[in-house]
Each structure stands twice: as C-alpha cells, then as structure tokens.
C-alpha cells in the first residue's frame, strides 16, 4: 500500500511543470488535431450533419475521434484552476473547442477559476440549460460570484431550484460589492456549542468525511448563533477530549463584517496570519466565514488592478479579446490623455512668438516637462500607498510637503545643472543654459507639491487616490512644465 | 466559564478599528507626552541624568512616568503586528521612543513585522546586544530573513549560539534569495511514518501544547526522510484512529523544490487553494515546508513592487524616510528620464527649421507623442501580465502584432481624426490636419508593434519584461512622434 502511494506521490511533478505541460500537450494535440480536420474540411459543407449535431457538427474521421477521445482523457485527470490556465491561454476557437470537450459536471468550478473576459466568452458560448446545471453544482457563495455574467434567465432557473436556505444566502452574497466583505464569505462554517465536551465535537465531525477546505477552526455559538468564540482544530486534537468546548475555546482573533472594505479583512489575514475568519452580523450572529484562499485571489487581482490603472487599462484584457473589446478597454484613458495634451498643446500655442525667435525652446521644453512628469509620479505613488496602509496622517501634510520640496530642490539643482550644462554647449547660449536649471528645479517643485496635495485632496473628499491621480500630476507638470520654461525664457532671453 | 470568554471576545472589535484606535490613542499619547516633556526639557540640560541612562536620559517628571507607563501597558497588549503598525505610521523620533518602549522580547516579531525601510531605522537604533538577543527568540527562517539588515558581528554571535541543527537550517535558508521558495520556507514540518496508527499520530500531537501555526497537514515520510505523502488535518481527524496512516495519506497537491520561484510556489497555492506544501530537494527529501501566510506576504508584496517599478522607486520608500535616502532612492530612474528625454529633445533638433517656419508644430508635437506613449504603455501592460501568467506563447505573437496594429489603426483614425480636424479649425490650415491624422496613426501602429516585441524580445532574452518596459516603450513613442509628426510636416508643409 505503502509503495504504491510512493509511487502516485513520485509521478507527480512540481507544481508549475505540471500546468506548463499539460498546456503544451495538449496545444500540440490541437494542432495535430487541426490538421486532420482540415483534411475533412472540404467534405463538411457537403456531408450530412454527423452525430455530434451540437458540437460543431463536424464529420469526424477516426483519427480525429482517437485525437479527442486523448484530448478528453487529458482533460479530466486536469485539476479545475488547470484547466482555467489552459482555457485562458489558447485563442478563441482552440478555447471553445477544449471547452466543448470539458465534463460538463465541472464546468461550474472552470468557470469560477478563469478571469472575467475569459468567463465571458465560454459562458456566451453555452445555452441555458447549460449554464444551469453547471451553476447547480456549485454553492450559493460561488454562484453568486458568477452571477453578473450570466444570463437574468438562468439565475431565475437556478433561484427556483434551490433549497430555501441556500436561497436566502444566495440572495445575501449577491447583495454585496466586490470590495465588501461578503462578496469574499462562504457559508461552510461549522458550528458547535460550548457546553459539549471535545468527544462530541469529534464524534460529530466524524460525521464528515472530509471537512470543509479551509477548516482550521469551528466556530462556537450560543442558541441564538451569537459567537461566542473559536474552537482551532490544532487545540482540538491537542486537548484531552473530555475537556468542555468552552474551556478550551478562544476569542476569535478578528471578526468581520459583511458590509466590511474586503481590503481591511485582507490586512488582518496577513497581518495575523489568519487560515479563516468568522463574519457576524451588528448582533453578533455568525453569518458565514472568509478563508485565505479567497483572500489570496482578492490580493492578487487588486495588485493586477492596480497595474492596470496606471496603464489606464479599463479592466483585465484577455490578450486574445476581439479588437472591438480591445477598443472599448482602452479608449476612456486615451480620450482623456488627449484632453490633457491639448490643454499642454495650448499652453505652447500661448508662446508661439517666443519659439518663433528662439526655436531651441522647442528641443528643449519636452525636457522640462518629461522630469516633472516622472518626479512628481514617484512622489504620488509613495504616498498612495502610505494611505493604503493607513499610515498616513494628514497632521504630517506640511512636514512630507517640506520634504518632498527639499528632495525635489535637490534634484532640481543636480539634473537641471547637468541638463543646464548640456543646453548652454549645445545652443552656445549661457542664459539659455541658466532658463533650464530654474525652469527644471521649479517644474520639479510643482511637481512635488502637487503629487503631496493631489492625493491629499482626493482622501479628504473620501475618494481612491490612486484611480487617475498619475494622470493628473502628469497633467500638471505638462502644463506647468511648457508654462514655467516658455515663461521664463520670453522674460529672459526673448523680451 | 462561558460567560467571561463571551464577554472577552465581545471587547475585541473588528480587525481594522481596533489598530487605528491604538494608533490614534498612541498618538494622543505621545503628544501629551511631548507637550509633558516640553516643560521639563529646560531641566534636561543641567539635571544629572535619571534612572533610565539607556533610553535618553530624560528626567522624568511624575506626569511623564505615568504617560509612559500607560503607553506600556496599551503597547504590551497589542499584537506584535499591530505595533508594527503604529510604528510604521509614526516619524522618525516619535517611532524610535515607542519603540525604546516595547518589552525586548517582543522585538524580534515586530522587526519581522515592518517594512524594509523602517527596519532599517529600527535596526540602527540597537546595540549588538540588544540586536542579538531579538534574534535569538526567532526561528532560523526568520532570522534568516533579517539578516540582510543585521551587522555581521550581530550574526556572527546569532550563529555561534544556535544549536547545530537550527545553524544548519539558517545557513540554508540565507543561500536563498528573495524570491525563490527557499525564502519562503520555514522548518515548522510535522513528520509522522506511514506505518503507524492514526491513534499513535494523534498520541504524538498531543505532547504539543499547539501545533505549530497554519499546520493543515503532517508529512509522510520514510526512513531517509523522503515524502511519501500527506496526511491532512481534517482527515486525520474524521478517520478511524485505528487505521494505519498509509491507508489514509494522499499523494501531495504539489511538491516545492527550494531553487523554484516564489512566484510560482504562489500560482500553485492560489490555484489549489494551499494552507501548506512541502518542499522537497532533489533526492525527495523533505527539507520543509511553505505556508500560506509567507504566500500572502509575498504576492502583497510583489503587486506593490510593480507598482512602485512602474513610477521609477526604486524600492519602497518610508514615507518618513531622510531627504537623502529618498533622492538616493530615486535619482536612477530620473537618470534614466533624463537621458530618452534627451534623445527625443535630439530628434526635435533636427527639425529646428521647419519649427522655425510653422511654429505650430511645437504646439501639436507633444499631442501625437503623448497619445503613443499611453497607448504603447497600455499594449505592454496587457502583454506583461499575459506573460507572467504564462499565458503568453511566442507563437501567437503575429496575431497578437496583428490584433494591436489594427486597434491603434482605429484608435488613430477616430482621435486622430478628432485632433487633425481641431488643429485644422484652430490653425485654419487643412494640410496641417492632415498631417496631424497620420502622425498619431502612425505613432500608435510604432506603439502597437513596439508594445507587443520590447517584451517579447525581452522574454526571449531571460529578462523581466516588467522591469523598464514602460520607460523604454515611453522613449520609443516620444522620439518616434516626434520624428514622425516633423518629417511629415516638413515633407508635406515645408518642403
């Protein structure tokens, strides 16, 4: 027995391998598969629709079926998130062919796996029906996570096919944000009461035959579901069982709230390493549980979000989206980038004369503007994620303003010396050299005080400074950078 | 019994609330006792110093004391997190007081609690002494991930007095860097034989007072300490204490090897949602394990990393950091900035004559630079991130290159078209408009393709396409539009 398990543990390999080669054999088989059907290709439009008539209707040599019976078989040994990764990395067509070949019993858990662009594009593929029995296999927690992309008519089917129970919680997780806590809860919390001895507790978990993923502890309630306190498995299989549960349960470390900034529970997971946590209501009463995992995915995603703002990416892009997709992720921060560029543009068009006599100022204004650009966004980025962490009082506005000022003087006096240097050899021009140094340390020191006021401003009217304040400071020291530089050099050099 | 716990846990409010409150009743703290200490610094410098020589010397008035002591007593019951919390939140003279206030045998949790930068300032507020000591109460992972920050002489005296089997384990777990499992690892594995009885498994456990946090699961092992399997937790306790633990153990979801990427030991515990997992070394050995707190940790980490590499920080920066560590920190990418800036300054030169006859130009040129950059950069985001999920297959690049040049043909033709025709109402110059149209059409098919091969290129070189992408892609579209937009001009307009 031993041996054999030895050997099941030995034949697999390392986590990451495992999904890089099955997308790999699988891709390959694709392919070989492809080329077979483009062999029968030219009999298709002729033949009678074959016995697959809802599966393409494709006339299968006996090649291409022992292709997919091996694609089929690969498939199902696959874990779910496997088949996810697989999914995402393929194009369209290769996409909704694999998914075609996929058990339909496991649908709910693929779909609960891929990123939102992909789910999109396998769930508009399905029909109804389908759609319904795959979100039938799923609990009310993750139905409710893929409730905005499915149709209103397959989440009336699912409602009326539920218990009343799982209805009701349905009904409560779909009600939340994505950012709330109870967008992240499950429902999988076991209860126990505190004045049963651990032999109890046990005799009742044996019940199971596994526990819920995720169980590092149960939870203590009294008659009215009020939590009284936790119960960690590692205490209960430490202590003797004949203790009483409520001697050797504990306070629980946090408890959250439904209505809670998903955010502040992802801090207290890592802050106190929690596995899970429980969610009461404002009368204490255990409602549900959040689970590291979940946690996990939320981190990740944000991060991602993110990086995706600061590209002014709408959301997450499937590489491969149509180009209409593509087209509507991005257009938003591109219209807004020109406005900002017509107003710099503006701003030059102001001092056309000025460039007219002197068309150095031309070569050098991007200069000015690009320094302040990249200053003030280090300036602004330090300081969102202060805020993010809570660590940021507004009581230290002044102190961090002087600061930043201080640094931005530095660099100015450095980078505008060095660039000063570079201009008067170029242009042969000693004043012009010293319009830079002044023009860049200035713009530097826009830059700086406007990337400590912008997200201040912002967290005083309670909104996200990250969403588009790199847009703004950009903004700013664009304008500001051709105004202060254009300005300087007509009262200078020109007048 | 049960009374007092439900009481205890009803004062425990929720996770968030509860360390803001303790920094802001920490903070009132400090400044009643600042204004306290205020009135008897004039003291301070003819007073013989007081009973605490250590701790800066201050004479202490009874005021004083007794704020001191209350700050005591809150800080001694706060989670070491949480201090860490406060501690980050707090200048640089406020944080070193609280901190001289902590008991010393809290320091090494805290230490490994904060942030780099506060490490730092922390950490070079310490004697060797106090220094080794903190160590000394960590395990060897967790010294190991100080031990950057420490002076050699501290580890030198850490080493000397560990026992042999922990100098081991310190040694090896230091050979490893920052984003290999290694790092990750700790040496908390729970080893049980497969030969035994689950009844003599739960006999072994109960000689712990706990389990060692996040153990979700016991490591099978041989003789030579090779993995045979695990045993979960949750199945360890439903199952009949007379079965042999071979018949229950199950192969492991993924085995770690300590040289793989952090990054890929947390795709696999975010994929298959892991509270734990082995690593193993070549020979199957076990060696330890990765938990999914350290996970957390490390994805949080790294999704502020690329937010931070993508405004040009080089690291993360202490809000409170001195003005020379911050511009230490970033004068690189300012450098860098300077130098594209520069070549795109370059490129404008060049057309110094045809600027001089339609000076309008220099206010449209920053128009069709600006909309390429954020167009390119939005490209390579999506790529970036494809590839890091490793959904991104070089095969797939000419469609890829494809899809991008004809949304920005789109993208150019529509804001194109808009910029071209307000150029041309503005300049009442319908040929300039004209030019305009194709130059940011142009400039976005540049950004597309560049978008789509700097990280293509950059992954077949065994580079991080995140790292420079964005400055690099920014160079490119800057000095591109320019050269674009003025040699069109000076082909069509001037010429």
Redo the contacts between chains.
Sequence with gaps: ??ET??E?????P???E???DA?AEI?ALLRKHRLVEGLVHEQLEHAPVGDHPDRGGLVESLVTRQNKAQLQRKLDRL?P??IA?VL??L?LDERLYIWDLVKADRDGEILL?VSEPVRESLISSMDTEELVAAAETLDADEIAELAPDLPQEVMDDVFSSLPVEEREQLRAAMSFDDDMVGALMDFEDLQVR??VTLEVV?RY??R????P????QLFVV?RDER???VL????????DPDA?V??V?Q??V????QH??AD??A?????????S?PVVDTN?KLVGRVT??E???F??A???E???Q????RE??D??AS?WK??QN??A???I??V???I???V??VF?GS??KL?????????V???GG??G??T????V??AA?????RE?AH??IR??I??AL??GL??GG??GL?AML?YKDVPLGLVMVLAMTLNLMLAASMGVLIPMTMLKFGRDPALGS?VLITAVT?SGG?FIFLGLATLFLIA
Excluded at 213 to 216: W, Y
Excluded at 232 to 239: D, E, G, R, S
């Design positions: 027995m031993s398990l030895e099941a543990a030995g034949e697999r390392e986590a990451r495992r999904v890089q997308l891709t874990h998130a496997d990764y995402e990395a194009p796996e505190a004045d046990l978990l044996r199971f035959d596994e526990l993923s995720q169980t590092d009294d939590l009284l306190g960690p498995v590692n205490k209960l299989i430490v202590t009483l409520a001697d349960m306070p629980p946090v408890k959250l709230q809670e900034k502040e529970a801090s207290a997971f890592e802050r106190y390493d929690l596995v946590a204490d590291v995992d946690v996990l995915d981190v990740r944000r991060g991602e993110d990086v995706l600061q590209a002014g990416l997450e892009e590489v491969f180009v593509s087209f991005r257009w921060w591109l219209a980038n020109l900002t560029a017509f710099a543009s503006r030059i068009g056309e460039i007219e068309v150095a100022l031309a070569a050098l204004m991007p200069i503007a690009g320094i990249n200053s966004n280090q602004i980025t330090m300081i994620r202060a962490l809570g660590q940021f009082a230290h102190a961090l600061k930043e201080v640094v530095i660099n450095v980078w060095v660039m570079v170029l790199s664009d051709f």
